[in-house]
Structures are given as C-alpha cells and as structure tokens.
C-alpha cells in the first residue's frame, strides 16, 4: 500500500489567496483526519471524518476553513482566505475504525502564507 | 477533558545509552487509549504503539519497551541501547470513548549522539 498521500509536498501563497490541500487515505480505511503542526501548538486536530461524514469539526480554527470528503479516497482542507498565522504543517491522517485505532499520517504539507 | 503531558521537552543522549521517555495523562473515561508515535527529522508521524486501559501488560519490542500504569496514570516509552537513528520527536497521545479526540503530548526531542 502507499501509504497516505498528501500534495502539495510544500506550497508557498501570499496573504488571501485560496488554498487547497488534498489528501488520499489508505484504501479500506474508513476514518480521516486532518492535522495542524506548528512550534506553538503543538499537534492540533482539525476535524475528522468517518465514513466520508464529518464527526467533529470542533478544531476548525474559524469559518476560513473548510474540508470536504466527497468520497471514500479523497479529502481537501481549503483555506480562504489565506493568511500568515495559518503557516504550519498540515497532516492528513487515516485509520482503519476511528479515533481509538492506529493512524497513519501522510508526509504533510508545508504551508507558507506571506 | 483529556490532557497529556510529556515534561521531557528535549533529551539528549550518547549512543548505547538507555532513555525513557515520560508520559502523564488525564482523562475521566474508564475506557481509553494510550498511542506513542515518532515524527523523524523527515516530519512524517509513524506509529509505534497502542494500548487499552485495560491491558496493563508492559509490552517489548526490540529495543522498544513501553511502561503503562493506570495507578499513576503513565504510559512511559524506554529505548534500550539508543542509536543515532532513534533521534527524532516522540509523541504520546490519548483517545476515550466519550469524545471524538486525540490529544497528543507537546512532544519530547530526542537526540541521541554518536
């Protein structure tokens, strides 16, 4: 299997532009999550999805965000607009039966806004 | 809530030398989940472990060896005869059944030294 797929790898954008992050879990895992790393919060949970349906979405840092699971193998986190506190390392993550189980991470994206 | 706290914000190490990293949780559910996962200077998270409240077991694998005790509310991870490829972050996280989060540690960095 390849894992969890993340892309971009890094993205560099100016301050209120759109961004999308898009992310393929592993095949037959039914639960994703999206991550937040930065030095100053640490690992932060966005929202997770299980079975394609948002379960919690406390995380979501304010209505500039937005993340969408259409189907079972593909998820985006959009930011929009963009602005330069949002500079972090985005995490996508997958498990086989939810949040009790073991995930397993993509490689991230580094996210840069100017 | 959920709290996990890891007091060892860096830990450095000459190779061969035993370390064990620290964990301390908080949670009010009787049934929950204790993960240690390592973030390599690579940045991807990798999962190492997962215990149950209610398996107290200590488990070993290699070098690895983990600590759980309910009565102090640990879940301590030691590496026996550390290596230069062990450096890296190390994250312990906690899951319940009452919510729908993971909360993870701030992290310990490990640096083990040739």
């Known amino acids: 299997d390849a894992g969890v797929i993340q892309s971009p790898r890094h993205e560099v954008t100016e301050m209120g532009q759109e961004v999308t992050l898009r992310c393929k879990p592993i095949s037959g895992h039914n639960s994703l999550f999206w991550y937040r790393q930065t030095m100053m919060r640490g690992l932060e949970l966005l929202i997770y999805f299980n079975n394609n349906v948002p379960i919690d979405d406390s995380g979501m840092p304010e209505d500039r965000f937005s993340a969408k699971m259409p189907n079972a193998s593909f998820s985006t986190l959009k930011i929009q607009p963009s602005e330069p506190r949002d500079s972090a390392v985005y995490f996508c993550a997958s498990s086989y039966r939810g949040i009790n189980t073991e995930a397993f991470f993509g490689q991230g994206t580094r996210l840069t806004v100017v | 809530a959920q709290k996990v706290t890891q007091a060892q914000t860096e830990i450095s190490v000459v190779e061969k030398e035993d370390v064990t990293l620290d964990c301390v949780y908080e949670t009010r559910d009787t049934t929950y989940y204790l993960f240690w996962y390592k973030q390599p200077p690579s940045g991807e998270l990798v999962f190492l472990i997962r215990?149950?409240?209610?398996?107290?077991q200590n488990e070993i694998s290699g070098r690895y060896s983990w600590n759980f005790q309910k009565s102090t509310s640990s879940f301590n991870f030691t590496i026996t005869a550390s290596q230069v490829v062990d450096s890296a972050v190390y994250f312990c996280?906690?899951?319940?059944?009452?919510?729908?989060?993971?909360?993870f540690g701030e992290g310990t960095q490990l640096t083990v030294n040739p």
């Open positions: 996280a906690l899951s319940g059944t009452s919510g729908s989060r993971l909360t």
């Open positions: 215990r149950n409240s209610f398996d107290e």
